[in-house]
């Protein structure tokens, strides 16, 4: 399935984000963002692939 993040804070070596429509803080692991690391900024939306409850994929916005 297919929600929608905001990006919070980066924690160690996990990133947090906000699930947009069910307000719930998600951890993304820096093996998911690989080098997506350097568009991420503080309150930028993404998309994340779920399988089940564990995040497999994530998708910047087009325009940054």
Do not use: H
């Not at 947090?16 to 951890?27: A, G, K, M, S, Y």
């Amino acid at each position: 399935s297919e929600r929608r993040l905001e990006y919070l804070y980066l924690e160690g070596k996990n990133y947090r984000f906000l699930d947009v429509d069910q307000l719930e803080e998600v951890i993304v692991a820096t093996d998911v963002v690989q080098d997506k690391v350097n568009y991420l900024k503080e309150g930028i939306q993404i998309k994340a692939m779920f399988y089940g409850e564990t995040i497999f994929s994530i998708e910047l916005p087009q325009f940054l």
